[in-house]
């Protein structure tokens, strides 16, 4: 289908591809596989038309192609899917998907019914069972995604590349999204599967593609191979996951939620948490688990004040009653909040690493009202050893770094703060295997160290790896608290189900 | 090594473009007029640009938080007004009986005290009741303007007192007093966008102001100091045009707030917020100078001053933009 022919790609003379090679047949789901900065990126928007500017040829169906921008990629029939959305929020899905391909009357207007009609089939297929006509900034993350898929299903290309499309949706959606992939394949397209999670190239792919350092390593078939081969080619040695010894002994409470709800900003949909409690204890991780919608997310932020005017409840830090007020308050009592989308919610990313890094503590850094530079770059430099944030000096722009090290940025901002609790939503997500136990070896200290920690995350794996305790939430609910020698995958799936509908 | 300081020069020339374009500019204008390169020419262009440059350091501010303040020149003129009200003819309350005087010092405090006032009332709308900055100052620039014909009558309030006209007209240690107003007005402002944390978080907030409240940043307290501040040195720069013509005329500053605007973004303060800077916005308000001055040395009409000055707007932000696509 598509062939690839020693492409080289710099960027003002960092080689970002060099002399790469590779196929992609009909029929067949390809996972690229390499850690952050190995090319896939790059590779992909060449292949899509966003860089037309590159060294050796690509041939697409058996005719050599050099797009000049996206949009002649996908008329030729190339779509990528990217990890980071692109929809117009104020538009409706219906809008949205059919923005630029609209369905017109034969009067010259747009034919709304055809369209919603389309879009209604094309939801179902997803089996995301939302109205056409909601506007897309009141979907969450994970259904704006497969509303972006759904945009590309409408294209029917022949080749498809997905850059990361599990990353921010359930467990169920990704199930539904792979039944989709199957049907893809069998209709004799050719996929591009980017994903840093291995279980799921394992169930879904045929071949894999393994990058580093912009280059090709070696490509084979799926079964050929096992997690710890690929692995040890991605990085080019093996690593461990990390394991935590079972459970902690009785220590004193540092955060405990009574009696939480939240409610909707409209009320008649009622209430987004109802009736939480739960308590941290001093050096515990408490894994926090749930699917899409599960109120994971406002769970953490309404505890950080996030939601002042919308819940009711109480909350104590260390003992002291602390009201939802703001996240000011919440940060003067000693709680800190990486949140789930770093780049929206973490970093200023025209802001350099320093600059980020001593945002939340500025006040201290200062001398009769003045920033004291070298207490500041004492801080960042501080942490840019501690943490190992890999950065060309600390005035590096935050935008510029790769996830991993974005992620540690942030980090690095709530440790400056001394928290006696650290709430981290997501934290790995989008990042590479080498980062990812980085920042799991780095939670397993801070809890050695005495913080209480609470994870949300949507990979089972993670939260049975680092958990001490695990809470499942499921439609704004605490379904269950499992100690981790009683937390078993089918356990806490089970409790994270919904039981409505 | 070569070939990456050479891969650069482009960059590093990006960073001088305002201070390679006003040296064009210099150059060009004292070719074509031998009056333009004199001191007194100098000093000339440097108190007439020292409003707009305490205007648009305000502006720069506000920009920075990615908001907009249009009601500078309204709260210039109604500032302005006040101040050589309340000097000349000091308040009256028949009814008690009761007469307040103003000194110059008094009646210049009350002026920016009103200006401040004014610049906090736009924060506390855009950030309480969520208005969108540019309809927020819109209203303020209509109300302040209505304010100042009440407050004059319409009629322009003269005859200020020659300790007064020092401020707009006097001289100290050789340079023009609104100079050293102006110069002491940059440096301060610049102080507190480079060194202190109300000036980092004024970036944080234009850069992102979500990660910026859960950063912890007041986000509202940061606002509603910066729209005070840029109120405050709308009225500085009230009460200068007023020493200057020794009269508060009820239509001063009209599109004083365009101009400044003008400056920031010739300056290369980005409209979106969280970059640029206060020298900047300072060469940005020379350059207008500069060029309004050397159009008016070389008899250039009026009409056509300013069709050249939209000219040079477009050209600066296209500049600027290709170089921020690197």
């Known amino acids: ?501 | 090594m070569q070939a990456l300081t050479l891969a650069n020069a482009p960059k590093q020339l990006a960073k001088f473009q305002s201070l390679i374009a006003l040296f064009f500019l210099c150059l060009v204008i004292s070719l074509l007029s031998d009056k333009f390169l004199t001191v007194a020419n100098g000093w000339n262009v440097l108190r007439q640009i020292s409003v707009n440059i305490c205007i648009s350091t305000g502006m720069t501010l506000v920009v920075l938080t990615a908001g907009i303040d249009l009601s500078v020149g309204s709260v210039l003129a109604l500032c302005g007004a006040v101040t050589a009200g309340l000097l000349k003819n000091g308040i009256e309350l028949p009814s008690a009986n009761l007469f307040i005087g103003f000194t110059v010092f008094g009646s210049i405090i009350s002026g920016i005290v009103l200006g401040t006032l004014l610049g906090w009332f736009n924060g506390f709308t855009i950030t309480r009741f969520k208005v969108p900055p540019f309809v927020a100052t819109l209203a303020v620039l209509t109300i302040a303007r209505g304010l100042t014909m009440l407050w004059t009558k319409g009629f322009p309030i003269s005859g200020l007192g020659s300790n007064f006209a020092y401020v707009g007209t006097g001289w100290l240690l050789g340079i023009p007093v609104p100079v050293w107003i102006s110069a002491v007005i940059v440096l301060l402002a610049h102080m507190l966008t480079r060194k202190t944390p109300l000036g980092r978080y004024i970036y944080a907030i234009g850069g992102n102001e979500s990660a910026a409240r859960l950063s912890g940043i007041r986000i509202n307290r940061v606002k509603m100091s910066v729209y005070a501040i840029a109120g405050a040195l709308a009225a500085i720069g009230g009460i200068i045009v007023t020493s200057r013509l020794d009269s508060a005329q009820p239509n001063a500053g009209i599109t004083y707030e365009l101009d400044a605007i003008a400056a920031v973004v010739i300056g290369g303060t980005s409209l979106s917020g969280g970059r640029g800077s206060i020298l900047g916005t300072v060469l940005g308000a020379i350059i207008i100078g500069v060029l309004n001055n050397g159009l008016v040395l070389l008899n250039v009409s009026p009409f056509w001053q300013q069709v050249v000055k939209g000219l040079v707007i477009l050209v600066a932000v296209i500049i600027d933009k290709a170089n921020s696509k690197e």
Request: one cysteine or more.
């Open chain 1, 1 to 501: 289908m598509l062939a690839v022919k020693n492409i080289t790609k710099k960027f003002s003379g960092v080689t970002a591809l060099n002399n790469v090679s590779l196929v992609l047949n009909a029929g067949e789901v390809t996972a690229i596989i390499g850690e952050n900065g190995a090319g896939k990126s790059t590779l992909m928007k060449i292949l899509s038309g966003v860089y037309p500017d590159y060294e050796g040829t690509i041939s697409f169906k058996d005719q050599v192609v050099r797009f000049s921008n996206p949009k002649e990629a996908q008329e030729k029939g190339i779509t990528i899917i990217h990890q980071e959305l692109n929809l117009v929020p104020f538009l409706t899905v219906t809008e949205n998907i059919f923005l630029g391909r609209e369905i017109l009357t034969r009067w010259g207007t747009l034919d709304k019914k055809a369209m919603a009609a389309k879009t209604k089939t094309l939801l179902d297929r997803l089996r995301l069972t939302i109205s056409p006509d909601t506007m897309v900034y009141a979907l969450k993350v994970g259904q704006q995604q497969v509303v972006e898929i759904a945009k590309a299903l409408l294209l029917e290309s022949d080749l498809i590349i997905m850059d990361e499309p599990t990353s921010a949706i359930s467990e169920s959606e990704v199930d539904v999204l792979f039944s989709i992939i199957e049907d893809l394949r069998k209709e004799g397209k050719a996929i591009a599967y980017i994903s840093h999670k291995l279980d799921e190239l394992f169930k879904i792919a045929d071949r894999y593609i393994i990058m580093r350092d912009g280059q090709v390593i070696e490509d084979g078939r799926m079964n050929g191979t096992d997690h710890d081969g690929i692995i040890s080619k991605m990085v080019g040695r093996s690593v461990n996951m990390v394991r935590k010894a079972d459970g902690i002994g009785n220590s004193e409470t540092i955060l405990a939620v009574r009696g939480l709800n939240l409610q909707h900003r409209i009320k008649e949909q009622g209430l987004r948490l109802k009736d939480i409690s739960f308590t941290v204890n001093r050096g515990e991780i408490v894994g926090v688990f749930g699917l899409m919608g599960a109120g994971r997310t406002e769970l953490l932020e309404t505890v950080f004040g996030l939601h002042p005017n919308l819940c009711s409840g109480s909350l104590t830090v260390n003992g002291n009653a602390l009201a939802f007020k703001s996240p000011c308050a919440a940060i003067a009592a000693g709680l800190a909040l990486v949140p789930e989308d770093r780049k929206k919610d973490g970093l200023m990313l025209g802001l350099n690493v320093r600059k980020n890094i001593s945002i939340t503590t500025l006040e201290a850094l200062s001398n009769m009202g003045f920033l004291d530079n070298k207490k500041e770059c004492s801080l960042s430099g501080k942490y840019i050893d501690e943490l190992r944030i890999k950065s060309s000096s600390d005035r590096q722009l935050a935008g510029t770094l790769s996830g991993g090290n974005q992620q540690k940025i942030v980090l690095a901002k709530w440790l400056a703060t001394n928290p006696v609790l650290l709430m981290l939503d997501e934290p790995t997500r989008g990042i590479d295997i080498n980062a990812k136990n980085e920042i799991y070896k780095l939670i397993l200290k801070l809890a050695a160290a005495g913080l209480g920690i609470i994870m949300v995350s949507s990979e089972l794996p993670e939260i049975l790896a680092v958990s001490d305790r695990v809470l499942v939430m499921a439609e704004g609910c605490l379904t269950a608290s499992l100690p981790i020698n009683e937390a078993t995958e089918d356990r806490i799936l089970k409790c994270a189900i919904p039981k409505t509908i």
